[in-house]
């Protein structure tokens, strides 16, 4: 039996990094905020209401601690994408932090759409299971140490959710290269 072999042409193009729309740039204000935002409020309510007979004075200090958690949330982040590729290709990714952004991208790898949705949301639903219920469980005052984190895991995945979504709406039979902060989508002739 004759197996098909197809030629692929390139159909779209995505960059994050183009200059003409300052996307990368606007995502990373849009997440800065929302997790400053997110952060304060989560922290604020916490101390109100499940710190309200508990003396705080080492709240400050884990809250100092929960932001250099999440400083560290993107180093984690990529290495989440680069194990769910590890996973469904069998290949290392590389990964690359710059200036402006973290990125983890397998220019030499092809995926199809479930595949791409695979590797692009792992980092988003495994770190949101392992937060939120420590969130929750976690005694209040230690509450900013997975909140911070969580909330960066939230808003920084916005990125990730915006190549999800451009790379869904291709062609059925489409394979997409993901370079990081640029993706790339090709179909059968």
């Known amino acids: 039996m004759r197996q098909k072999t197809y030629t692929y042409i390139p159909v779209a193009r995505f960059d994050m990094l183009d200059p003409k729309y300052k996307l990368l740039h606007k995502m990373n204000v849009f997440a800065l ?3 400053i935002v997110g952060s304060l409020i989560g922290i604020t309510i916490n101390f109100g209401v499940r710190m309200s ?3 705080a004075g080492m709240y400050v200090v884990y809250i100092v601690c929960g ?4 400083v560290l949330y993107p180093y984690l ?3 989440a994408h680069a194990a769910a590729i590890l996973f469904v290709k069998g290949r290392i990714a590389e990964i690359k932090f ?3 952004a973290a990125s983890c ?3 030499d790898i092809t995926f199809g759409k479930a595949q791409y949705f695979f590797v692009a949301v792992f980092p988003f639903i495994f770190f949101c299971l392992a937060l939120t219920p420590l969130c929750i469980l976690l005694p209040p005052v230690y509450f900013p140490l997975p909140y911070i984190p969580l909330m960066y895991n939230i808003f920084g995945s916005v990125a990730d959710f915006y190549m999800i979504r451009y790379a869904m709406r291709t062609p ?3 394979i997409v290269i993901d370079c990081g902060t640029e993706v790339s989508i090709f179909m059968p002739k």
């Open 77 to 79: 982040h990529e290495i």
């Open 98 to 100: 710059g200036k402006l």
């Open 105 to 107: 991208g397998a220019p």
């Open 67 to 70: 932001v250099v958690c999440g």
């Open 33 to 35: 905020v929302s997790v």
């Open 53 to 55: 007979e508990i003396v």
């Open 172 to 174: 059925k039979r489409s």
